[in-house]
Antibody, heavy 123, light 107 residues
Framework: QIHLVQSGGEVKKPGASVKVSCKVS????????ISWVRQAPGQGLEWLGW????????NYAQKFEGRVTMTRDTSTSTAYMELRSLRSDDTAFYYC????????????????WGQGTLVTVSS | DIQMTQSPSTLSASVGDRVTITCRAS??????LGWFQQRPGKAPKRLIY???TLESGVASRFSGSGSGTHFTLTISSLQPEDFATYYC?????????FGQGTKVEIK
């Protein structure tokens, strides 16, 4: 069974950074990418970016360029998303989801999701 | 960037109704589209991939169609557990983009 398990909720002050982890199991981590998606309270889904688990190359949404860094640790099958210079409007649930990579079919895009991590930004 | 325009934003319907949700892409995306269901407090769940292929275990009352720029999700006979919010997602390239969502409410 495929699982993506995320780290627990965080409360941060404006200007701080947060790093969310996503540990996967049930498939070969290096064969796929990971996308990160967020959802502010009462709002829709917003894609932040993607990382290749195999090569570590990334593709970020322009809105988050310069403020987000996605990394991965292949030895532990874990992906990470760090968001810096937090503002109150960054308060949201952050999700990781399995995505495609070079060797995988496009039909696997965002087929499995983590449970979500609530990041609250408040002074 | 490819924009996804989803409509309606809210849909009021009764159990047993047939409902249709539409997504239009700002440029052609072949069939690189998925439909997701999200219940309150839960992560999104993919229902359909490649525009029209049902995920294993998803009820057959859900169906998807379309290619290029126009896509639809149809629920043939709405059930109580289907009241949720639905999103389309294009993954033709980067950035990935979602539709704005459709909340299906009880009439």
């Amino acid at each position: 069974q495929i699982h993506l398990v995320q780290s627990g909720g965080e409360v941060k002050k404006p200007g701080a950074s947060v790093k969310v982890s996503c540990k996967v199991s049930g498939y070969t981590f290096r064969d796929y990418g990971i996308s990160w998606v967020r959802q502010a309270p009462g709002q829709g889904l917003e894609w932040l970016g993607w990382i290749s688990a195999q090569f570590g190359n990334t593709n970020y949404a322009q809105k988050f360029e310069g403020r987000v860094t996605m990394t991965r640790d292949t030895s532990t099958s874990t992906a990470y998303m760090e968001l810096r210079s937090l503002r109150s409007d960054d308060t949201a649930f952050y999700y990781c989801a399995r995505d495609v990579d070079i060797v995988t079919a496009t039909t696997t895009a965002l087929d499995y999701w983590g449970q979500g991590t609530l990041v609250t930004v408040s002074s | 960037d490819i924009q996804m325009t989803q409509s309606p934003s809210t849909l009021s319907a009764s159990v047993g109704d047939r409902v249709t949700i539409t997504c239009r892409a700002s440029q052609g995306i072949r069939n690189d589209l998925g439909w997701f269901q999200q219940r309150p407090g839960k992560a999104p769940k993919r229902l359909i991939y490649a525009a029209s292929t049902l995920e294993s275990g998803v009820a057959s009352r859900f169906s998807g169609s379309g290619s290029g720029t126009h896509f639809t999700l149809t629920i043939s006979s709405l059930q109580p557990e289907d009241f949720a919010t639905y999103y389309c997602l294009q993954h033709s390239g980067y950035p990935r983009t979602f539709g704005q969502g459709t909340k299906v409410e009880i009439k």
